[in-house]
């Protein structure tokens, strides 16, 4: 019986492998430059947030912790805040992303949409209880920005996991069998 479920998960997600992380990670670092200069604070979605929970809801625990890791120390050089504090939080999400995967069945057309907006959320919450530990003054409107943020990056993951789903498991075309 286990063995026919890993085999039915297997072909369902597509494998991904080390080089699309590379490339998806350069991609994602110039994109997150050019919008952090035209989209205002609140409205800019965290894609390499998206591109870490599509790797961990895809792969195992350790490749989505790994791509975190990597992704949030990329991402803290790129916005120059505390080097590691990307990184922590993204590196938890990857990791606890592999494991949703195995307990959530979305089944409508609005779940995914929102697990990825609150776990952006979550991610802000966990980036601003950090700086609120090293002292850091924090806005007032540091949540109004978050939840928007949020709902913008949840959004944004939604056409990211349907377009790269398309690509990397195009439909069958099964037409071709009947001749």
Known sequence: MKERITRTKNQEHPKIQPSEIGVLLVIVAVAELVLQRLLPVGLQPD???????????????????????????????????????????????????????RWIAYEGKLMRPALLALLAFLDRMIIFGVLAMLGEKQPDSILIYALSEALVTGAVGEVFFRFYDRIKLPPKNFRRLSS
């Open 47 to 101: 894609l390499s947030l998206i591109v870490i929970l599509y790797v961990g809801w895809n792969s195992f625990a350790f490749k989505g912790a790994l791509t975190g890791s990597i992704f949030g120390l990329v991402r803290d050089n790129l916005l120059g805040v505390y080097l590691g504090l990307n990184g922590l939080s993204k590196t938890l999400l990857g990791f606890s992303m592999s494991y949703l995967n």
